[in-house]
């Protein structure tokens, strides 16, 4: 099991309201599954992904939640090209192109 | 977590907000259903020339404005003769963190130093978020951002992944939520447990902030062309950016030019589900807030919301997804400008506007915004394919929120579709009517507060009365 050494900058999660638990008049689809919450501090302790954690946070509050990741990577990005997209600058640069040879 | 926390919680909502806002609201009550709305912000104490002043002091504000003549250009290939109007664009994502949204924060970080607030915090997935973190850590405050950013998979909104990011950088803790209106809920924790000043979208602070950026805009265009501009239009979701810029129009002597309101159209997708989560591609400027913003403002944190844009809106569109994607294309392609695409909600409108309008006439965009992983048209389009959403190339009248997000194949297929303002009218005075506290009637005060609410006359709201009466019979 990966460990994290106190100190580390880290992620906790916790349930914040249980299925049962949550607002009336929610969708069916977000009734079944409870409300959950992610936050990044630095470790107070040693502790193993899975296992209770508690961290501080930037704003200095103490959070106790489970330990989900360990100076947890930024996942978004750009991703491929988007084929649908490719060809509209060619396109829209041609139109003008066709315009001023015709004024 | 307890059931009864929750409940505890809630019930303390009041007294909450009036400590982390520092706003007593009740003493702007003016009737059953009114209230001074001009006191309510004349009562912060700062005037436009003091909000310029602070927002100079933290690097907002007075952005360039830029005319987009390829893109006026392209408008005229497909406009009658004589028509295709001229097309500005306020380059918002020049401000600190990004977006107009400095200007919403700025103001509510200097009146949390001034009143000893230990920091600020704010429920938002946006750029508001990056905004109040970077005017906290310029200001020296904490900073504490809730956001709702992942579904119950664990999969994160590319937007608002890079929103999370742009908090961290500015040194901000970033609660992230799945998905639920009840993040409210972990948000009054929150102010509860840090006692910080709830920078809230909707405070008079944050409309007051804006106001800069119509009053810019107007100022602008007067000096290079020596008049003002005829239409501007602004991307449309809680209120606050049409509410501040037509203010701010108003505050610079342009009341006559036209305040146009445009959202992308989210129309079908639910916005507290789970499963429609991460098939809007759109995190903001949408419809799933537009509407029902537009009509009833007080669905809010704050009990009074001062972002009312219904007092403002001479006109409101809607944008599909793919004209927005594309309108973001062309921005690059033709004038070197990478930005959005959320932003770029109102320039996709103002390009099918300005083929109404004559040559002579200008349109200004009010706003862009930064661009960069995550929030950008790939990795939006990237995680719509993954999500099973059909993207392709055709008529943008096709595009289907949530199923397909058809991207136009031509310049002239972009045409925004008008929504009904008197139904949206009739929509708040409905729901005005129905919030009457038993045993009260509607007073002359009310009447005259509903039809300056929704920009009408007050026989109009009159008649509407009679209609709600009639039907309640």
Redesign the interface.
């Known amino acids: 099991m990966e460990r994290a050494v106190k100190n580390t900058w880290v992620e906790i999660g916790a349930v914040i309201l249980e299925k049962d638990q949550r607002a009336p008049n929610l969708p069916d689809d977000t009734k079944q599954v409870p409300l959950e919450m992610r936050v990044k501090g630095f470790l107070l302790h040693d502790a193993e992904i899975g296992a209770e954690a508690e961290i501080i946070t930037p704003s200095g509050r103490t959070v106790r939640g489970t330990l989900t990741g360990i100076n947890p990577e930024y996942t978004h990005m750009f991703g491929r090209p988007i084929p649908e997209l490719s060809p509209i600058a060619g396109e829209i640069r041609a139109i003008l192109r066709e315009r001023r040879n015709a004024s | 977590?307890?059931?009864d926390s929750?409940k505890t919680i809630m019930d303390q909502k009041a007294d909450i907000m009036r400590a982390s806002v520092g706003i007593d609201y009740e003493k702007y009550t003016t009737g059953p259903l009114s209230f001074d709305y001009e006191a309510m912000l004349n009562d912060t104490g700062y005037d436009l020339d003091a909000i310029r002043d602070i927002q100079s002091r933290s690097a907002v504000g007075d952005t360039p404005l830029v005319e987009l003549k390829?893109l006026t250009?392209?408008v005229?290939?497909v406009s009658d003769p004589g028509k295709g109007a001229r097309l500005f664009v306020k380059d918002e994502a020049a401000n600190p963190s990004g977006s107009f949204k400095d200007r919403r924060a700025s103001l509510s970080a200097f009146e949390a130093k001034k009143k000893g607030y230990p920091?600020i915090a704010a429920a938002t997935s946006g750029n508001y978020g990056a905004a109040v973190a970077s005017q906290a850590a310029k200001a020296g405050l904490?900073?504490?951002i809730v956001q709702e950013?992942?579904d119950?998979q664990g999969i994160?909104q590319?937007e608002i992944?890079?929103k999370?990011?742009a908090c961290?950088a500015y040194?901000?803790?970033?609660?992230?939520?799945?998905?639920?209106?009840?993040?409210f809920?972990?948000f009054l924790i929150?102010l509860e447990?840090?006692g910080y000043f709830n920078a809230s979208l909707y405070t008079p602070y944050s409309i007051l902030g804006i106001e800069t950026l119509g009053y810019e805009l107007a100022v602008q265009v007067n000096e290079r062309e020596g008049r003002f501009p005829d239409l501007v239009i602004a991307t449309h979701a809680g209120g606050g950016n049409v509410t501040g810029t037509a203010r701010g129009l108003i505050k610079a002597g342009a009341a006559d030019t036209l305040m146009v309101a445009a959202s992308v159209d989210l129309s079908g997708l639910?916005m507290?589900?789970?499963?429609d989560f991460n098939r809007k591609s759109f995190t903001t400027g949408h419809t799933g807030f537009s509407v029902p913003f537009s009509t009833w403002p007080d669905r809010t944190d704050v009990p009074r919301n001062a972002a009312r844009s219904l007092r403002y809106m001479d006109r409101f569109v809607t944008v599909t997804q793919g004209e927005v994607?594309?309108m973001t294309?062309?921005l690059?392609?033709?004038e070197g400008m990478e930005r959005g695409p959320a932003g770029n909600t109102s320039l996709a409108a103002a390009f099918a506007i300005a083929r109404e309008l004559d040559r002579e006439q200008i349109i200004v965009v009010q706003e862009t915004e930064y661009t960069g992983?995550?929030k950008?048209?790939?990795?939006q389009?990237?995680l719509a394919k993954q999500m099973g959403i059909d993207?392709?190339?055709g008529d943008p009248r096709e595009n289907r929120p949530g199923k397909a997000i058809v991207?136009p194949e031509?310049?002239s297929q972009i045409t925004p579709v008008e929504m009904d303002l008197d139904r949206l009218r009739r929509s708040y005075l409905r729901k005005a009517l129905d919030s009457l506290p038993e045993g009260e009637t509607v007073t002359e005060t009310d009447i005259a507060f509903l039809a300056a609410e929704i920009k009408t006359g007050e026989t109009y709201v009159r008649e509407a009365i009679e209609s709600h009466e009639r039907t309640k019979r």
Request: proline fraction near 6%; include cysteine; hydrophobic fraction near 35%.
């Open positions: 977590m307890s059931t929750y390829n250009e392209l005229r290939t920091g904490g900073c504490i950013a992942f119950s994160a590319p992944a890079e999370t990011r961290e040194g901000a803790e970033v609660a992230r939520l799945s998905v639920g209106p009840e993040l809920y972990y929150v447990e840090t639910h507290a589900s789970d499963r994607f594309y294309e062309a690059a392609a033709i992983a995550g950008h048209p790939l990795g389009l990237n993207v392709r190339r991207i031509h310049p």
